[in-house]
């Protein structure tokens, strides 16, 4: 029984740190997005980096609410 749990501990560990780090990742992505976005003027390119922008944002704001569910 011990064994059992300790191996449900472990992939709960594994699955916290990798949503943590895809959490982060999701950060580097919406930086990268606004800088990108900030320095262009070509209007195909502002579009593009608005489209990139908001799905960084909608990743992140999926994996924090799906972090946050698992601490309850």
Do not use: G
């Amino acid at each position: 029984m011990k064994h059992v749990l300790l191996k449900k501990h472990l992939a709960s560990s594994e699955e916290e740190r990798n949503l943590r780090h895809e959490i982060e990742r999701s950060k580097t992505a919406i930086d990268a997005a606004r800088n990108h976005f900030e320095q262009v003027v070509d209007p195909t390119l502002i579009d593009c980096y608005i489209y990139e922008l908001n799905a960084a944002q909608l990743r992140y704001q999926f994996l924090l609410r799906r972090f946050k569910s698992r601490e309850v």
